[in-house]
């Protein structure tokens, strides 16, 4: 299943961004890093026996939290806190979250399209993540055989991927340099980034009217209650859940 270009969801390794329409979630905590802001309007947040309205709001991975942004329209960022940028904002978030007000939505929203496409999506995560971190992300320079590592994994099935030693073995080198390349070149380990790979790929294919059955199998989940486990860990609602917000 492809994506379709005027899809509002935009994937890179180890981050995923969406527009979306917002709803009410239970008190959950996630696998990732997550940033919602909405367009207009406030949220309401619960967390740590607090209760806060606000603009926008950013969460460490593993906070218990709520989120009521019944009828906002949002715009959503994920990243895995294994990768470069999400080890810095983990640093970053002692506290476990961070909320932004009015002013400061206006300023992580700004020169973001009315309508944006994929293209747009990604300049706009490179200027909010400017902003978020207190030092420069890590430059990543993408080493020749990891480009074609990704280019290989980018055309496997998510239920086919091969396990590091044996991708290694295809492109003749070691395990142990592969997987040193691999995080250089990516910010991430090679399980981390086929981990977040599975979810981006069953994530899209819901966000693109699939149902959780053939989004399970688009990501390589073993069926509908494998990937409903793991979108409560990693996305804190359930693909349903996900499917009524798109």
Not at 15 to 34: N, Y
Not at 165 to 174: C, G, K, M, P, T
Not at 180 to 191: D, K
Not at 196 to 201: C, E, H, K, M, P
């Amino acid at each position: 299943m492809l994506l379709p270009e005027d899809v509002p969801v935009a994937l890179w390794p180890s981050m995923f961004v969406t527009l979306g329409r917002g709803a009410q979630t239970q008190d959950h905590s996630h696998h990732h890093i997550h940033l919602i802001i909405s367009f207009s309007g406030l949220m309401r947040v619960a967390y740590r026996d607090q209760e806060q309205e606000v603009a926008g709001l950013l969460t460490a991975p593993g906070l218990s939290h709520s989120i009521d942004a019944s009828d906002l329209s949002l715009i959503m960022l994920f990243i895995d806190p294994d990768c470069s940028a999400g080890l810095q904002l983990c640093a970053q978030l002692s506290g476990g979250v961070r909320v932004f007000s009015v002013n400061e939505r206006e300023t992580l929203l700004h020169g973001l399209p009315v309508d944006p496409k994929s293209e747009a999506l990604g300049e706009w995560r490179e200027r909010t993540l400017a902003q978020l971190l207190t030092e420069p992300a890590a430059t990543l320079k993408l080493h020749p055989t990891v480009k074609k590592v990704l280019r290989s994994l980018r055309e496997t099935p998510s239920d086919t991927f091969p396990p590091l030693e044996q991708i290694a073995q295809r492109f003749d080198l070691s395990a142990s340099r592969l997987r040193h390349i691999f995080v250089e070149s990516t910010g991430t380990t090679y399980s981390a980034y086929l981990r977040w790979l599975r979810f981006q790929r069953a994530a899209g294919a819901l966000m693109t009217g699939a149902t959780a059955t053939q989004a399970a199998v688009h990501g390589g989940f073993h069926d509908s209650s494998h990937l409903t486990r793991t979108f409560k860990e990693m996305y804190g609602v359930t693909p349903s859940e996900l499917m009524a917000q798109r």
